[in-house]
């Protein structure tokens, strides 16, 4: 079973080793170790374990492990939240919730459970912001999307410790990140550390959605465009040629029409 340790010292070999920070080791003995080095990878593992997390988020992408669904339940008052603007509607979010991945109609999830029954989600407009107190967020949204018509359902990530779930995709971006963060005190320069995070970007995260499409009914997700708004070309309308792609069975990948 993966453990912070081997993770980070996954990410200490990304860097050539520990040598100049660990008293010529190559690599940590122990996370929680006294070591300047074993601390600041134990500072930084979170940030990579959390920005992971948020980024597949963002691609709609998500790790199956960190993913939630919620009924928001009660809507806030207008004295209780910020100005919303163009917004009818603002719900509490969960303080567990890192990231919304979408607010989609609930029954779908019903449709899931039913073999030869599912569709996809429709994305509705909606956006998040920092609650009035400053000590939670509220998804603001146009849409009443849960089966009874009252509030809105949505998809969510939350924060994962135990590193028993994590994929080796999940893994590989969390190492590869960690390694940016902790170049400067394993005596690497700044060209290092822009390189892994080129990595990070380029080729960890992509081969992370890649692995997660595949678990996800072999369905391509692809960045929202949110140049006008959460929605575009109207609520649940997509043009012919760009619905994403797929993985056929031999292995190809093409356009979804």
């Known amino acids: 079973m993966p453990t912070e340790t081997n993770i980070a010292n996954l990410a200490l070999t990304k860097l050539g080793g520990a040598g100049d920070g660990e008293s010529g080791n190559a690599l940590i003995s122990s996370i929680d170790g006294d070591d300047k080095l074993s601390a600041h990878c134990k500072l930084n593992f979170p940030r990579a374990r ?3 997390i948020v980024d597949l988020a963002t691609l709609e992408c998500p790790f199956r492990s960190t993913v939630r669904f919620k009924d928001l339940g009660a809507e806030l008052s207008s004295g209780s939240i910020p100005e919303i603007g163009e917004y009818q509607h603002a719900f509490n979010l969960p303080g567990t919730c890192l990231e919304v991945v979408r607010q989609f109609d609930e029954s779908v999830m019903l449709e899931r459970r039913r073999p030869n029954q599912a ?10 912001v920092a609650s009035k107190s400053g000590n939670g967020k509220i998804l603001l949204t146009n849409t009443l999307s849960n089966l009874a018509g009252t509030s809105a359902f949505i998809e969510y990530v939350i924060d994962t410790p135990q590193t028993g779930s994590f994929t ?4 590989e971006c969390i190492a590869t990140l960690l390694a940016t963060l902790i170049a400067p005190i394993a005596g690497r320069d ?4 822009a390189f892994l995070l080129q990595q990070y970007l380029d080729v960890a995260i992509p081969n992370a959605q890649a692995a997660n499409q595949r678990g996800f009914n072999d369905t391509a997700r692809t960045i929202p465009d949110y140049s006008g708004g959460r929605s575009t070309g109207g ?3 997509r043009a ?3 619905l994403g792609t ?10 979804i029409f």
């Not at 569709?119 to 998040?128: C, G």
């Not at 080796?168 to 893994?171: G, K, T, V």
């Not at 700044?190 to 550390?193: K, P, R």
């Open 50 to 52: 959390r920005r992971t």
């Open 119 to 128: 569709r996809s989600p429709v994305a509705f407009q909606w956006e998040t």
């Open 168 to 171: 080796e995709q999940m893994i």
């Open 190 to 193: 700044m060209e290092a550390g």
């Open 235 to 237: 609520v649940g309308i």
């Open 240 to 242: 012919s040629g760009d």
């Open 246 to 255: 797929f993985v056929n069975a031999a292995g190809n990948r093409q356009s």
